[in-house]
């Protein structure tokens, strides 16, 4: 019986954030006489299109046939401005599904401009195979941490971006932001347990640390912020009161927050399971053993964040092969800076973490539930509602 309840709970859970995630992009629609209508390319002309080098610029014709609204099936004439930047135009051909903005006088449709191909639906069945996946293979734990993304992402949307928007300082909120969010996130798949408040005071100190060198360290390579993608589109759009440098900073601690957190989980869940095979382990020599297992992943997280920002400079890097780039060169650029001080801050951050969680846990993990009356009584409270 408490298994089929499980079963029905985890259910209705995929199915609100499901509900979640649609009525968010149904919610999305540009207000007034504005549209966003998904629509099939039924027809295009090429003629006003002009080939300049591998780009292209001018206009390309398309004929849609509308999928959405009151003009669903309703065919439209939309144009396709093309300015040869090869990163943000696209060239439709017939049959491809594109979304639109339409505007309508009088229930009419009156202009259409195409905007992207239409690929959320394609989304949401790649991330609907990451949930099944992820259910599937850590069941409960995999419902929780599942949850906990959801919820990350509705913070960080629905908070985090509009209080920077509207100017509220960066770090201050960023700090904040973070301590919640790895709160949250490591207390509902760990539970309030020692093992995940051990995780979560190692990612906040490593957080405190990182903090510290991000600021020393990004004064001392003259990063403005104005390397990260999009910051002069904010500045256009009439951000000039936006402290570009700090949200640069901001997004600095972002990055190595998610690695922090990964790693204390992995140290604080190692020395669990070490303390739950052999309960009379010294507190000492379970520390020893959180410190061999914080180096080991250690070993490989460095090389993964190295990894992970190389890829999204995969092809700025070809280019500095295939010029014969001089190393002095490339390590001076502000961009390359930009990323090195990303990689090395967020290591060395990591670097914080492991040992950190290790004491905490392998005091933690020792001492005896009676010392701390009140988290033994979080603890069956938290217990009792899971089990309900």
Known sequence: ?????????????????????????????????????????????????????????????LFVVLHEGEWKGDQVKAINHLNGQLEMDELYSSGDKILLAVL??????????????????WELVLFACFAVALIVFSRLIGLKALL???????????????????????????LVVLVLLSMVIILSVAGITRCGIAAFLGTVCGLGVTLILTLFFGEKLKLAGMTAPFSSTLLMQGGFDLNLQHIFYSAVLLGASGASMD?????????????????????????????NVGRMVIGTMATTLLLAYSG?????????????????????????AAEIFRILIGSIGL??????????????LNISIDTFPVLGKINNFYKKIIKF
């Open 1 to 61: 019986m408490l298994r089929f309840k499980k079963k029905i709970l985890c259910l209705i859970l995929v199915l609100m954030m499901f509900f979640f995630l649609w009525f968010s992009l149904l919610e999305d629609k540009e207000p007034g006489n504005i549209h966003e209508i998904s629509g099939t390319v039924v027809s295009v002309d090429n003629s006003e299109i002009l080939q300049a080098g591998v780009g292209a610029v001018g206009v390309q014709s």
């Open 104 to 121: 309508e006088k009088d229930f009419k449709i009156i202009d259409a401009k195409a905007i992207n191909s239409f690929r959320q639906n």
């Open 148 to 174: 906990s993304f959801v919820a990350s992402l509705g913070v960080l949307w629905f908070v985090y971006i509009p209080n920077l928007l509207s100017g509220v300082q960066p770090l201050p909120l960023s």
């Open 263 to 291: 790693i204390a989980m992995d140290v604080s869940a190692s020395m669990k399971e070490i303390k739950d095979k052999k309960p009379d382990i010294e507190t000492f020599e379970l520390i020893q053993s959180g410190f």
């Open 312 to 336: 999204g400079y995969l092809t700025m890097l070809m280019v500095f092969v295939s010029q014969k780039t001089s190393f002095t060169r490339i390590l001076n650029m502000k961009l390359v």
């Open 351 to 364: 670097l914080i973490v492991a040992p950190v969680t290790a004491v905490i846990a392998g005091i933690l």
